[in-house]
């Protein structure tokens, strides 16, 4: 077992690492970067790398005894017992084009759950953050997630993964569905930033295929600290790595399931 005090100083040690790292986009925002290409479409800076590695040297001080699993140097999915969990630059894409929906997530795993989950937003300067059992902020101040009851009146938010050549028609699929009986979709470019919008209020619900457990881990917690819920496409237990994930503000999730699995006479 894996015995782990979620403290006060605990919680205010990481936020100052984050917020450091976060000075690093803030500084480059301006400047030309080094771009290079992981797939096709998906991209890593050098901006990236430098805000994973200030993350590991700082978070290595507060928690020596913890793991990494961070999207620039993991050779895997799984986190250990105890483990950081980071995406140093989640919008790289957006970042490239200077488009300011970029974000720092960070979550404490332990016990098969996230004990702490932060999601950074240096250029907007919002910094969500959640502890297990104890709620979500924003700032020093306690969020939670929207009142809509229906799904025509919410504000649903989604991403197109990396795979999209490949699964093109599932994509378009879900996407016609929850179009055409929501008030509108969005799509900014982070699923960290679509979660901690979910646990806010801003949007009502979020789903997406194919993300990682850096997207989501902390993202996760929002929500659920928020008074949100969070599942597969089926209702069935999210954990961070699931190929589906749908996040809600608890009043239109079963009305999102239904929406997601039906099918047409036609199909």
């Not at 929906?101 to 919002?126: D, K, T």
């Not at 504000?155 to 197109?160: H, K, P």
């Not at 490949?166 to 055409?180: F, S, T």
């Amino acid at each position: 077992m894996t015995a782990i005090t979620i403290d006060q100083n605990l919680i205010s040690q990481t936020k100052e690492a984050i917020l450091e790292a976060g000075k690093i986009i803030i500084r480059n925002w301006d400047k030309p970067g080094q771009i290079r290409h992981k797939g096709r479409i998906d991209l890593v800076t050098d901006t990236d790398l430098a805000v994973e590695d200030k993350l590991k040297s700082s978070l290595k001080d507060i928690l020596p005894q913890a793991t990494f699993l961070a999207e620039e140097s993991a050779n895997q999915t799984k986190p250990g017992n105890l483990t950081w969990i980071i995406d140093p630059l989640d919008g790289t894409t957006n970042f490239a084009h200077r488009i300011p929906f970029v974000a720092i997530s960070v979550a404490l795993w332990a016990e098969n759950s996230v004990l702490m989950g932060f999601v950074h937003l240096p250029i907007l300067e919002e910094m969500f953050w959640a502890a297990h059992n104890k709620g979500a902020f924003l700032k020093d101040q306690k969020i939670s997630v929207s009142t809509t009851s229906e799904l025509e009146q919410s504000l649903v938010a989604t991403g197109f993964p990396y795979s999209v050549r490949e699964d093109i028609d599932e994509i378009m699929d879900y996407l016609k569905k929850v179009l055409v009986r929501s008030r509108g979709v969005r799509r900014p470019g982070s699923a960290a930033i679509d979660l901690a919008y979910v646990a806010c209020g801003r949007y009502d619900a979020f789903y997406e295929l194919n993300l990682k457990p850096w997207d989501t881990a902390a993202g996760l917690l929002l929500v659920q600290e928020a008074g949100g819920k969070v599942s597969t496409f089926s209702g069935k237990p999210y954990t961070p790595g699931n190929r589906q994930i749908l996040a809600t503000n608890g009043y239109v999730h079963q009305a999102m399931i239904d929406i997601l699995n039906f099918r047409s006479c036609e199909s």
